[in-house]
């Protein structure tokens, strides 16, 4: 086994830093990449070597798969480490890293591609064993199938682009009237979002809670499971906290799906990390989607079990085997991450600027990914995520109330953030005790607004 000697990081922001942290604890070369907005990034700040590949527009910088294997080849990097959005679930970039000579750290295409195609990834979890959402089995044809369809299983029904993503090319029917819009909403919405108008109706569950199980899996048949994640606080499709373990889960039903999402991960024989998403309700598990790369609320996995995900990946990457089983697996306490957007809190416009005094909360528990600093502009061109807080306690009592304190300490001024929303959101009766469905922040930021106007 020759260990990776030098990973190009094709990402920005904290995702590649965190990649560049991992990989310099481990001995590895970093080479960040970078857009003519990022130049002065906190990754590109400490990266062993950087290379622009283009403009500040995401297609011709971050999106250029020519120029990313160039830096690549320039800098004789090993590897390509993908982090997550961008290029992170194109099959076509991870075939043509491995087609060049570079190990391509994530999953193979072959899997990419299979679960990007949310047809096909429904097909083959279920033989899989994995339950999914009621719904159609293939594609839907036009406006009458989908009624056909949606007499079927009971409205409401939502109609979902097959290669969606995001919250793009959904739409809810509540009854049949409303399907012939929904369907023809959901396609054109897909075909302009992901050039492919391909939709599929599901059941659309009323109270749903968002739970996603993170698995690790080596070229040695070795898979583990390391518990699951609630995403359930989303607004229009967006997570904005996310919680581990989840507050709506018992110990029987965590143990359940962990053990059919590792089952069903060794059938498939998928390698590296994904994770499996769900729909959970009223004790029944739905397969909604996977993802297959690093997910953006990865650390409140790490916080309750100890393990060093991207740390793995590249192990996983270089041919290593687990270095534990199932049976090593710990968990440890609570962890919340609250996402930190440069956005206005209430009206969610983006808010693009020059970081003023900056000051990231600590002490025991708690964790800041974030490229921030003083002086530091974040740029207008890319998603609004800036930070992530994350949080650990002992117990949820006592992550929630570290997390009161951390998101008080931390200042970020030039700038709107989300920091006020969380704020809100941590002192929210429902959230305290735990019980709220994917619907109940749309309607929570709905209600605050109203009450601030008044």
């Known amino acids: 086994m020759a260990m990776i000697e030098k990973v190009l990081i094709a990402n920005r922001g904290e995702i590649a830093l965190r990649i560049l942290r991992a990989c310099r604890e481990m001995g590895i070369q970093t080479v960040a990449v970078h857009s003519t907005a990022d130049v002065d990034a906190m990754h590109v700040r400490l990266a062993d070597e950087s290379v622009c590949i283009g403009p500040a527009a995401a297609k011709d910088s971050y999106l250029s798969i020519p120029a990313i294997l160039s830096a690549a080849t320039i800098s004789n990097a090993d590897a390509i480490h993908p982090g997550y959005g961008f290029l992170s679930e194109n099959a076509d970039f991870a075939e043509m890293v491995e087609e060049h000579g570079f190990t391509f750290i994530g999953p193979s295409p072959d899997h990419i591609r299979l679960m990007g195609d949310k047809i096909a990834a429904k097909a083959a979890v279920i033989e899989a064993g994995i339950p999914v959402v009621p719904g159609s089995t293939g594609a839907v044809r036009d406006a009458d199938h989908a009624l056909e369809i949606g007499k079927e299983f009971g409205f409401p029904v939502i109609v979902k682009a097959t290669a969606g993503g995001g919250g793009r090319g959904m739409k809810i029917a509540e009854t049949r009237d409303d399907i012939a819009d929904a369907f023809h909403f959901a396609r054109a919405e897909a075909l302009a979002a992901f050039g492919n108008g391909a939709v599929y109706?599901?059941?659309?569950?009323?109270?749903?809670?968002?739970?996603?199980?993170?698995?690790?899996?080596?070229?040695?048949?070795?898979?583990?499971?390391?518990?699951?994640?609630?995403?359930?606080?989303?607004?229009?499709?967006?997570?904005?906290?996310?919680?581990?373990?989840?507050?709506?889960?018992?110990?029987?039903?965590?143990?359940?799906?962990?053990?059919?999402?590792?089952?069903?991960?060794?059938?498939?024989?998928?390698?590296?990390?994904?994770?499996?998403?769900?729909?959970?309700?009223?004790?029944?598990?739905?397969?909604?989607?996977?993802?297959?790369?690093?997910?953006?609320?990865?650390?409140?996995?790490?916080?309750?079990?100890?393990?060093?995900?991207?740390?793995?990946?590249?192990?996983?990457?270089?041919?290593?085997?687990?270095?534990?089983?199932?049976?090593?697996?710990?968990?440890?306490?609570?962890?919340?991450?609250?996402?930190?957007?440069?956005?206005?809190?209430?009206?969610?416009?983006?808010?693009?600027?020059?970081?003023?005094?900056?000051?990231?909360?600590?002490?025991?528990?708690?964790?800041?990914?974030?490229?921030?600093?003083?002086?530091?502009?974040?740029?207008?061109?890319?998603?609004?995520?800036?930070?992530?807080?994350?949080?650990?306690?002992?117990?949820?009592?006592?992550?929630?109330?570290?997390?009161?304190?951390?998101?008080?300490?931390?200042?970020?001024?030039?700038?709107?953030?989300?920091?006020?929303?969380?704020?809100?959101?941590?002192?929210?009766?429902?959230?305290?005790?735990?019980?709220?469905?994917?619907?109940?922040?749309?309607?929570?930021?709905?209600?605050?607004?109203d009450s601030d106007d008044e």
């Not at 996995?301 to 534990?324: K, N, Q």
């Not at 306490?333 to 020059?354: D, Q, V, W, Y």
């Not at 570290?402 to 941590?426: A, C, N, Y």
Request: proline share 5%.
């Open 201 to 449: 109706i599901e059941k659309f569950l009323t109270k749903p809670r968002h739970i996603e199980v993170q698995v690790l899996a080596d070229n040695h048949g070795n898979v583990v499971h390391l518990g699951e994640r609630d995403c359930s606080l989303q607004r229009r499709h967006q997570k904005l906290v996310e919680e581990a373990p989840s507050p709506a889960l018992n110990a029987s039903q965590r143990a359940e799906i962990g053990e059919i999402v590792s089952k069903a991960i060794s059938k498939i024989g998928y390698r590296n990390v994904g994770t499996i998403e769900f729909l959970f309700e009223e004790g029944q598990f739905y397969f909604i989607e996977m993802n297959t790369r690093l997910q953006v609320e990865h650390p409140v996995t790490e916080a309750i079990c100890g393990i060093d995900l991207v740390r793995e990946m590249l192990r996983v990457a270089s041919g290593a085997p687990l270095g534990f089983s199932q049976a090593d697996i710990k968990f440890s306490g609570h962890a919340i991450e609250c996402r930190i957007n440069a956005e206005h809190p209430e009206t969610f416009l983006p808010s693009p600027g020059k970081v003023g005094d900056y000051h990231a909360p600590g002490g025991l528990g708690v964790r800041v990914d974030s490229g921030l600093y003083s002086g530091y502009t974040v740029p207008p061109h890319y998603d609004s995520m800036i930070a992530k807080l994350i949080v650990h306690g002992t117990n949820r009592n006592e992550c929630l109330m570290r997390l009161r304190r951390s998101l008080g300490e931390f200042v970020i001024d030039g700038l709107h953030t989300s920091i006020p929303l969380h704020q809100k959101l941590m002192e929210a009766t429902d959230f305290i005790n735990g019980d709220y469905d994917i619907h109940w922040l749309g309607r929570f930021v709905e209600k605050s607004n």
